[in-house]
């Protein structure tokens, strides 16, 4: 088996609490094992979730980018709806990546023609 980590050492590491663990595990987004009665996290799933993160820290909130592009939030949702960009999913929250950014930038000063 993969070495398991306790969820307060997980949520350590991972800068969350032990209640968002519980809830990742809850929804389906990682799946709890049992080791000697105590629930664990796998190092698999640990990993993940420290992508995630990584993913999300490089990434800017619809408002941000909106701000930064001197543009509407819905313009930009506009280019996720037709294809142009895609959002990263936090929860109920669209963010965007920085690639996506960049390109949203090229989009708006002409450099990509999209269809």
Known sequence: MDKTYSIAKASQILGLGR??????????KIKLVEVNSFKKVTEEDLRMLKREQAKIKNSYTISKAAEMLNISRWTIYEHER????????QGKLN??????FEKLKELRNGKIHTN
């Open 19 to 28: 209640d968002c663990i519980y809830r990742y595990d809850r929804i389906g």
């Open 82 to 89: 037709k294809g142009d960009i895609k959002f990263i999913k």
């Open 95 to 100: 963010r965007l990546s920085k690639d996506e």
